[in-house]
């Protein structure tokens, strides 16, 4: 059974810093490429960034610069380190592979206030 569970979202004020967490169980987490996706109200759920398994990363043009994805597979965990937050960054956060989805968890909320 796959779980996905994110973790490390909250209130922030603008300007600000968060690191979430992806903890992945029920897959050869290794092998995958992995991403970071958000949702905000009304709108599409986006992908934000993502890390193929040998490393190689890439973001959406209106994070590059400010979040940095990484991963730690011997924790078969995924982070996204978010600097500079601005309240458009406010969304609900999801992980996810880049291809053959499997189940969206619920993800974190993060709110950036202006």
């Known amino acids: 059974q796959v779980q996905l569970v994110e973790s490390g979202g909250g209130l922030v004020q603008a300007g600000g810093c968060l690191r979430l967490?992806?903890?992945?169980?029920?897959?050869?987490?290794?092998?995958?490429?992995m991403g970071w996706y958000r949702q905000a109200p009304g709108k599409q759920r986006e992908l934000v960034a993502g890390i193929f398994s040998g490393g190689d990363t890439d973001y959406a043009d209106s994070v590059k610069g400010r979040f940095t994805i990484s991963r730690d597979n011997a924790k078969n965990t995924v982070y996204l380190q978010m600097n500079s937050l601005k309240p458009e960054d406010t969304a609900v956060y999801y992980c996810n592979t880049l291809r053959n989805w499997y189940g969206w968890s619920q993800g974190t909320q993060v709110t950036v206030s202006s």
């Open positions: 967490s992806c903890a992945a169980s029920g897959i050869i987490f290794s092998i995958k490429a």
